[in-house]
């Protein structure tokens, strides 16, 4: 066990939905980052967020939004969802992204299936 | 931005033999690299890592080596045992104010052969 949970753990919606999945990281950790794990795509990172703050992106489509709220968890949104979607998504949490606080602990992830 | 190959991409060896996963990166500006254990439909689990300033380092029966000048990073996995068959990713990170997360590799899936 990784300190990291998410939840729901599966996800099962219609094409043109939205959902929100959730992220709370280990006790201390500030920073937190969204990966999406497909077939095709392998492990992406999306998006990070320390301390409350967005501080780097990747390959986020704009149909995907997230936050970190004051507690420190964090949510990401799809919305207008597409088969393509249907993926793994990850987050991870770290102390820092400095040298020797980079360490990233992944949560159990949300398995997303888009019909 | 950065780019991680990663060889090969299956990996069969006997139960007790070594297994060595290889990386590059192309990035200079990397400064972390770690190294995740995946067992299907379970998160990735970090095994090891190094920061640039280390060439080797050693857990037990799992070494990593780097070597910047050549951008390569290699995982070393001596008397392997069942229980290591699984997905291994590599990864490079710029901890020093990059403005990615985790650049992974594709993946090798490691068989241990009884």
């Known amino acids: 066990d990784s300190g990291v949970t998410q939840t729901p753990k599966h996800l099962i919606t219609a094409t043109g939905q939205r959902v929100t999945l959730r992220c709370s990281p280990r006790?201390?950790?500030?920073?937190v980052y969204w990966y999406q794990q497909s077939l095709d795509q392998g492990l992406q990172f999306l998006i990070q967020y320390y301390n409350g703050e967005e501080r780097a992106k990747g390959n986020i489509l704009e149909r995907f939004s997230a936050q970190q709220f004051p507690d420190l968890h964090s949510e990401l949104n799809l919305s207008s969802l597409e088969l393509g979607d249907s993926a793994l998504y990850f987050c991870?949490?770290?102390?820092?992204?400095?040298?020797?606080?980079?360490?990233?602990?992944f949560g159990p992830g949300t398995r997303l299936l888009v019909l | 931005g950065e780019n991680v190959e990663q060889h090969p991409s299956t990996l069969s060896v006997q139960e007790g033999d070594s297994a060595v996963i290889k990386c590059t990166y192309s990035?200079?500006?990397?400064?972390?690299f770690p190294w995740y254990k995946q067992e299907l439909g379970k998160r990735p689990q970090l095994i090891i890592d190094?920061?640039?300033?280390?060439g080797e380092k050693k857990d037990q029966r799992i070494a990593v080596t780097l070597n910047k000048t050549a951008k390569h990073f290699s995982l070393h996995i001596t008397e392997t045992q069942p229980e290591d068959s699984a997905v291994y990713f590599c990864?490079?990170?710029?901890?020093?104010?990059?403005?990615?997360?985790?650049?992974f590799g594709k993946g090798t899936h490691l068989i241990i052969q009884p």
């Open positions: 990035d200079s500006a990397s400064n972390y």
């Open positions: 991870a949490s770290s102390p820092h992204r400095t040298s020797g606080q980079e360490t990233q602990y």
């Open positions: 990864a490079a990170f710029n901890s020093g104010g990059g403005a990615d997360g985790l650049t």
């Open positions: 006790s201390g950790d500030l920073s």
């Open positions: 190094i920061r640039s300033n280390v």
